[in-house]
């Protein structure tokens, strides 16, 4: 089981560009959640996806938009891109929500 | 607010040293509480769970304590290793509301030999 994989490792990006984020779950998990995590910070939660739905929503504008696949994997969308998006940006899954296990993180730079 | 914090924000330790971190917590209503341990630019990977009836648990050389009636917790690690060395985050699950887990800033720690 090759666990929780996300891509692309790194990304760079300029202003006002938009990017998508990969997340494969662990095998047998049917929820994913997304995390934003900035330099030196806890990461900060920014949704969760169960049967393909968005179930619930942190503090992140509608810039951030997320899809979930009958497979259970999960993209992350970010519109229109600000410095301040730069960050780790984490994927977590879990069997229905619980024990949360999370990837190695895509990085994406701003500039 | 749901709030976790956490001290010492950073810690430098010798190797074989034991040391403990802390973390408060203002979540309601409380799930869970675990500890993480995130190595530099890497996903964090769960160390411990306790529930709100769990008062102590333990992994390896990590052993973490919860008081649910003052919302603390600590982590303490025995022994240290130099590959000990990361940041150890807090987190706490709230059952309501719209962020499931709340997350604590963490703790740098480095062992050094």
């Known amino acids: 089981d090759a666990g929780v994989t996300q891509s692309p490792t790194h990304l760079i990006k300029t202003r006002g560009q938009q990017v998508t984020l990969r997340c494969s779950p662990k095998s047998g998990h049917d929820t994913v959640s997304w995390y934003q995590q900035a330099l030196g910070q806890g990461p900060q939660f920014i949704f969760q996806?169960?049967?393909?739905?968005?179930?619930q929503r942190g503090n992140f504008p509608d810039r951030f938009s997320g899809h979930q696949f009958p497979n259970y994997s999960s993209e992350l969308n970010v519109n229109a891109l600000l410095l301040g998006d730069s960050a780790l940006y984490l994927c977590?899954?879990?069997?229905?929500?619980?024990?949360?296990?999370f990837g190695p993180g895509t990085r994406l730079t701003v500039l | 607010k749901n709030q976790v914090e956490q001290s010492p924000q950073s810690l430098i330790i010798l190797e074989g040293k034991n040391c403990t971190l802390q973390?408060?917590?203002?979540?309601?209503?409380?799930?869970?509480l675990r500890w993480y341990k995130q190595d530099t630019g890497r996903g964090p990977v769960s160390l411990t769970i306790m529930t709100f009836s769990e008062n102590t648990k333990s992994n390896g050389r990590y052993t973490a304590t919860l008081d649910a009636d003052t919302k603390q917790s600590s982590l303490h690690i025995t022994a240290s290793q130099l590959s000990d060395s990361a940041s150890y985050i807090c987190?706490?699950?709230?059952?309501?509301?719209?962020?499931?887990?709340?997350f604590g800033k963490g703790t740098r720690l480095s062992v050094i030999a």
């Open positions: 987190v706490v699950t709230v059952t309501s509301g719209n962020t499931p887990l709340v």
């Open positions: 977590a899954s879990s069997p229905g929500g619980y024990e949360q296990f």
């Open positions: 996806y169960y049967e393909e739905e968005e179930r």
């Open positions: 973390c408060n917590y203002t979540v309601s209503p409380f799930s869970n």
